[in-house]
């Protein structure tokens, strides 16, 4: 199998699934990681490791149709059973979610159904609430809002401030991204049955 993961900029989400697929000897391989932004953090770690890397800046593009057109023409040069977006920070058109349905999946900093969108950790706070996390999920084309594939708790302590939830957040996500797509890659879980 195939997997392309696209990023936006640090890409330790990205790190850990390879880091995964390598230790634990995956049955598919990572052939592409693709940035819309040129100075993603995460692209020197990729080449790096071999994995070949792309740019497409949203910035060249006039429209968001232009831009994911010319993102999913890339993207499919790596022929891809999956897309793993990893930190990847653009709404996509209904049209991009249409063509990659049923093999795209997001991982987002909450507990899916609250706190979508920006600043989850900040929103966690003023929300109050005792645990927090992550969730990986089908991307559908309404934004944070595909069926839920696992996720990933914390509780929230004393003291806790955003840093300190984002740091224990993206901790547990090193963990739960890779594990859900190798669950994806042995059959375990079907994304095509997810509604
Ligand atoms: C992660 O918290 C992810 O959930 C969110 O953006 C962050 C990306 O971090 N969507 P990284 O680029 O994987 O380090």
């Not at 993961?5 to 697929?21: F, H, K, P, T």
């Not at 049923?102 to 609430?129: D, E």
């Amino acid at each position: 199998k195939n997997i392309v993961i696209l990023i936006s900029g640090r890409g330790s989400n990205m790190q850990a699934i390879v880091a995964a697929a390598t230790s634990q000897h995956w049955d598919a391989r990572i052939t592409a990681v693709i940035s819309n932004r040129q100075e993603a953090e995460g692209l020197a770690f990729a080449e790096q490791q071999g994995i070949p890397t792309a740019v497409v800046s949203n910035k060249q593009y006039s429209t968001r149709s232009e831009f994911d057109a010319a993102l999913q023409a890339q993207i499919d040069q790596f022929a891809p059973d999956l897309v793993v977006l990893a930190g990847f920070m653009r709404i996509l058109t209904p049209e991009f979610v249409q063509h990659y349905a049923g093999r795209m999946i997001n991982i987002h900093p909450s507990l899916l159904p609250n706190f979508t969108g920006l600043h989850t950790h900040r929103q966690a706070l003023q929300a109050a609430v005792s645990e927090h996390g992550a969730t990986v999920h089908v991307v559908t084309p309404e934004l944070d809002h595909g069926p839920i594939l696992g996720q990933a708790r914390i509780p929230v302590i004393a003291g806790d401030n955003e840093e300190s939830l984002a740091a224990r957040v993206l901790e547990q996500e090193h963990v739960l991204y890779p594990s859900v797509i190798k669950q994806i890659i042995d059959g375990t879980i079907n994304l095509r049955d997810q509604h």
